[in-house]
Nanobody, 121 residues
């Protein structure tokens, strides 16, 4: 089993910044892709940003110029720096880790517990 612990979030003013972190622990041989997803009220979960083990990043259109995803492999941690926040960024943010177990070769998806980010208008 793999556990993901998210930290960060909270309320922020329009144009403010928030940094999220997600640390993975447990039965891990290797972590491939890591990413951040969010669920806004009344909407489906959507991808915000992903980062591969080779540091290739992908951003949603809404995040590409304002958010930055990074990772620290020594800590099995992925970060999301969110700048210039807008009210439409209000959502529950979840981290996802594609982790290869010590006994296998195929990555399995694990999700963090989620953290609320509220951006005041």
């Amino acid at each position: 089993q793999v556990q993901l612990v998210q930290r960060g979030g909270g309320s922020v003013q329009f144009g403010g910044s928030v940094k999220l972190s997600c640390a993975a622990s447990g039965d891990i041989r290797r972590i491939n892709d890591m990413g951040w997803y969010r669920e806004a009220p009344g909407k489906q979960r959507e991808m915000v940003a992903t980062i591969t083990s080779s540091l290739i990043t992908t951003y949603s259109d809404s995040a590409k110029d304002r958010f930055t995803i990074s990772r620290d492999n020594t800590k099995n941690t992925v970060y999301l720096q969110m700048d210039n926040l807008k009210p439409e960024d209000t959502a529950v943010y979840y981290c996802k880790v594609d982790s290869i177990p010590p006994w296998g070769i195929t990555p399995r998806d694990y999700w963090g517990q989620g953290t609320q980010v509220n951006v005041a208008s």
